[in-house]
């Protein structure tokens, strides 16, 4: 009888500790929903806490930033004041050196900010903002390395029909293209990306809102977006890069069969400022958009990021002014007409 009557509040004991512990987990699952669905803004760590870094860091991103700005500037207007240089090569160089002002403009002010103020934060509408216009300036400067690509090998390919297939009508339908896919690129990157619920402290590790990391900040499964970013990252980057990679085995093809050695090389120079910008901003690309997301490393991210975003922006108008002897002429015919007006 003892024995039988003990077990009853056992019993008891447990049923009460399983219906405690159920209301914990639904409280806690509560809390969390309505957490999620209060992010106002995000903090952005960017690189270092440490004081004497940040200054010598935002002391040398604003001189890169400035240069990044002048360099680019130049080469648009050089190409707009010699009318020697309108045409389709420079037409598409002048939109790359617009693109790249802009691609280094939607994250390093914001950037520059952060170094020097105690609050590194960035409300929601503008962290969608921001990953919204940097994918769509990537976006498009990834198509549109493509349709350059294709410009030089009508060029050296049939030179003869190259007026009539690059008409200032082809290119201005190419430069539209090239602006439809990345703001539809980007415009699922960024819906599939900020629908996710985010739970706290809303701290992403980089400089700026980009997907792979604010992706980590979400409080649900991300097995999808990590496929849907492999599917985009195939379609915006492989796709183009494939494109490239044709056209330059059909212009070295086409290259060999020159006898002339000057027509050769020259043909080899008009190609190689081309291939060089390519190398540099595809692959740390692809490196961050086509990974699995297990292979996800803040640090090395960052530096991929700086490469592909700031990096290639500077040395863009480096490598085409540095190898293209007529954009030196056109800067070399400034000076001398302000000389002389002078």
């Not at 921001?130 to 690509?149: D, K, R, S, W």
């Not at 059909?250 to 081309?274: D, E, N, V, Y």
């Not at 297990?294 to 700086?306: F, G, I, N, Q, T």
Request: positive net charge; charged residues 15%; hydrophobic residues 45%.
């Amino acid at each position: 009888m003892w024995l039988c009557f003990s077990s009853s509040p056992t019993a008891t004991d447990r049923t009460a500790k399983r219906s405690s512990l159920c209301n914990r987990q639904t409280t806690m699952q509560t809390l969390r929903k309505d957490n999620c669905s209060s992010v106002s803004e995000f903090i952005l760590l960017g690189f270092s806490s440490e004081s004497q870094v940040r200054v010598a860091l935002f002391t040398f991103f604003l001189l890169l930033y400035m240069i990044t700005l002048l360099g680019n500037g130049l080469i648009v207007t050089l190409i707009y004041l010699d009318s020697r240089l309108h045409t389709p090569m420079y037409f598409f160089l002048s939109v790359l050196s617009l693109v790249d002002m802009s691609y280094v403009t939607t994250t390093v002010p914001q950037m520059l900010v952060n170094m020097v103020c105690p609050r590194r934060t960035i409300s929601w509408g503008a962290c969608v903002a921001q990953m919204f216009i940097f994918l769509v300036l990537g976006i498009a400067e990834c198509v549109l390395y493509a349709v350059m690509a294709y410009d030089r090998y009508v060029a050296i390919c049939f030179p003869l029909h190259y007026s009539v297939l690059m008409s200032r009508l082809m290119c201005t339908k190419m430069v539209t293209v090239c602006w439809s896919i990345s703001i539809t690129g980007a415009l699922i990157y960024t819906v599939f990306t900020m629908r996710l619920p985010y739970c706290g402290p809303y701290k992403i590790n980089h400089f700026f809102c980009e997907v792979p990391a604010v992706l980590k900040l979400a409080c649900a499964d991300t097995s999808f977006n990590d496929r849907l970013d492999f599917i985009l990252g195939f379609v915006l980057l492989l796709v183009p890069l494939s494109l490239i990679l044709a056209s330059y085995a059909c212009i070295f093809a086409s290259i060999l069969k020159i006898r002339s050695p000057q027509g050769r090389l020259k043909s080899f120079s008009t190609c190689a400022s081309h291939i060089t910008v390519v190398t540099m901003f595809y692959g740390p690309a692809m490196i961050m958009y086509m990974r699995p997301g297990s292979w996800y490393d803040p640090e090395r991210d960052k530096k991929l990021a700086l490469f592909y975003n700031v990096v290639s922006a500077f040395l863009n108008p480096i490598i085409y002014s540095l190898r293209n002897k007529d954009v030196k002429g056109a800067f070399l015919k400034v000076l001398g007409d302000r000389g002389t007006a002078q």
